[in-house]
């Protein structure tokens, strides 16, 4: 994977707007775990493709440090043999002297040489470690963002179970609403009020049956008392029919 292809999924990634994503989502719950998984997959490339960079840049850091420690080195050599023609040259020695004087060259020949190859990858290694402290930065936010998602599908999941007991107490307490005739509370109570009022109606019946029955009774006590007076005029007992 290439810095370019790593900045570019980064950089769309993190700009994602979450909550636009679920607005316009028709099953929000599933499209946000696809995006948790689609992150958790960019990732892990993203760290594995900044893992291959840094380890590039240590490499490149450690040639540096390698040509820097050359350069010193050979400086020092340079500077021993350049010591040690002096001494012979002192001495009387002039070939000697001259010998150590050419090895002095060579060896600041080769300093330089050391020195412009550690110069030359110090803007590659400036630029490396530009690139690297992005890639972290990006790898940062793209965690974080994937944090939010999960935040977001746990929240979501919350709520829709939040709802659902909601509509579960709501149908539970419509179906005991005494004031809802269609609930089976409802009908019942409609049942027992026919009932007492069939109960009541045979009560009255009953008692008007009653009261009848007492009228009949009187109706025959007073035949009675006519047929003792016609009686009593028939054996001439003029008396008993005016007491």
């Known amino acids: 994977m290439t810095k370019q292809s790593i900045f570019g999924r980064i950089s769309t990634l993190i700009r994602a ?3 636009a994503l679920i607005d316009q989502a028709e099953d929000p719950e599933k499209m946000l775990d696809q995006l948790v998984r689609d992150f958790t997959n960019n990732i892990a490339d993203a760290e594995a493709a900044i893992a ?3 380890g590039n840049l240590r490499l490149l850091e450690r040639d540096h440090a390698e040509d820097v420690e050359t350069a010193k080195e050979w ?3 340079a500077l021993a043999a350049s010591t040690k023609a002096d001494e012979l040259r002192a001495a009387g020695n002039t070939a000697d002297a001259d010998k150590f004087d050419n090895l002095a060259k060579i060896a600041l ?3 330089l040489t050391a020195e412009n190859e550690a110069r030359a990858a110090e ?3 400036a630029a490396q470690n530009e690139v690297v402290e992005k890639l972290k930065g990006g790898l940062d936010g793209m965690k974080a963002k994937l944090e939010e998602l ?3 599908r746990s929240e ?3 709520r829709a179970k939040t709802a659902e007991a909601q509509n579960k107490v709501h149908d539970a307490v419509k179906s005991i609403n005494v004031l809802d005739p269609t609930s089976d509370l409802g009908r019942f109570e409609d049942k027992v009020r026919r009932q007492e009022a069939l109960a009541a109606g045979k009560a009255e019946l009953a008692a008007s049956s009653l009261d009848a029955q007492f009228e009949q009774l009187d109706d025959l006590g007073q035949l009675t008392e006519v047929e003792a007076r016609l009686a009593a005029l028939k054996a001439g007992n003029t008396q008993a029919i005016t007491s």
Do not use: H, V
Request: no cysteine.
């Open 17 to 19: 707007n979450i909550n």
């Open 75 to 77: 400086g020092n050599k």
């Open 150 to 152: 999960k935040s977001k």
């Open 156 to 158: 979501l999941i919350a």
């Open 123 to 125: 803007p590659q290694l």
């Open 52 to 54: 291959e960079t840094i």
């Open 109 to 111: 020949t080769r300093q």
